[in-house]
């Protein structure tokens, strides 16, 4: 009989100031019902994922000394832009390390941020994926997080984050389009243009920011509508960086046609989910049924990556 060890984490949703978690910014983030789950038995006949790419990076500084059977299922719709392929890390992550003795301390908040950045590091630097900071840090804490990166940058990591977990209600809607991509299609090409000096990507991001900081109080004083203008100036001035696409904004359209306040990305871009700010979250679910949408889910406050 081998030794089993498992672990899930959620996937998370930026509502605002996404995506300058990589260029020093702030951002305002969820996370999600959507969980992926890892469970590792060791001492039995070896069965690894066909996709090797994750698993290597998780066991590439944190290597196991037996035979182990990789179970891998996730509830996270793929490449969809909230984050599936970070939250399969973490689970395997935590895995990994509790059966190398190298468990992480969940229970505090210096080790989870210390969790976080190690799952960012690996995804970044062994796995090879270019992603940002919300992505790890919304997946290791949970919740409705307030993330400030001041001094963090695309390759170079910098500081630890600062985290403010927010007690809100939840009026979104996250719809998903069915289109694929991966994140890193996105943040490549834009760090490359950041880290040149383009003055329009330094300056929108800049300016994002700045959003994520009116998006916060706004949260904090229920004021959708101040909320909504923030989240469609967030959305404009990505989608001028080419950070849309025609399914995303054709469904940011379908949504405020259906009575949503607002509508933005909750990723990366070019495909991927949009979140939907709503104060009647089943009469938009409803509408867009209709419209052909089928991928839908509600933004909660689930809890961060944790052992089953």
């Known amino acids: 009989m081998g030794l089993t060890v498992a672990a899930s984490a959620p996937g998370r949703c930026g509502i605002i100031g996404n995506p300058t978690d990589i260029y020093g910014g702030r951002v305002l983030s969820c996370?999600?019902?959507a969980r992926a789950t890892c469970r590792l038995t060791l001492g039995v006949e070896q069965s690894?994922?066909?996709d090797l790419r994750l698993w290597d990076a998780a066991v590439k500084r944190f290597p196991l000394e037996d035979s182990v059977r990789v179970e891998w299922s996730t509830q996270i719709p793929r490449s969809s832009g909230i984050s599936g392929s970070t939250a399969l890390l973490a689970a395997t992550m935590a895995c990994v390390l509790r059966l190398t003795g190298n468990e992480p301390d969940l229970s505090s908040p210096n080790g989870l941020v210390a969790f976080a950045e190690l799952v960012r590091d690996v995804e970044r630097n062994d796995a090879g994926i270019v992603c940002g900071y919300q992505d790890a840090y919304m997946i290791v804490h949970g919740g409705l997080q307030?993330?400030?990166f001041a001094g963090k940058?695309?390759?170079?990591?910098g500081p630890p984050g600062r985290l403010t977990p927010i007690?809100?209600?939840l009026p979104f809607l996250l719809i998903t389009t069915g289109v694929e991509r991966l994140?890193?299609?996105v943040h490549g090409p834009m760090a490359q243009r950041w880290m040149d000096g383009e003055a329009l990507v330094v300056d929108s991001m800049a300016a994002i920011t700045e959003l994520a900081d009116i998006g916060l109080s706004a949260v904090l004083r229920q004021d959708w509508t101040e909320l909504g203008r923030a989240m469609d100036e967030n959305h404009r001035l990505m989608a001028a960086l080419g950070g849309s696409g025609e399914p995303i904004d054709l469904l940011i359209a379908r949504c405020k046609a259906r009575g949503a306040i607002s509508a933005k990305l909750a990723?990366?871009?070019l495909g991927g989910t949009v979140i939907a700010l709503t104060e009647d979250a089943p009469a938009l679910e409803a509408g867009l049924r209709a419209?052909?949408?089928?991928?839908f889910m509600k933004p909660i406050l689930a809890p961060g990556v944790a052992y089953l």
């Open 183 to 185: 994140s890193g299609s």
């Open 167 to 169: 007690d809100s209600p």
């Open 146 to 148: 307030f993330m400030d």
């Open 153 to 157: 940058h695309p390759v170079n990591p």
């Open 291 to 295: 419209d052909g949408y089928s991928r």
């Open 31 to 33: 996370s999600v019902p």
């Open 267 to 269: 990723g990366a871009g």
């Open 48 to 50: 690894l994922p066909e």
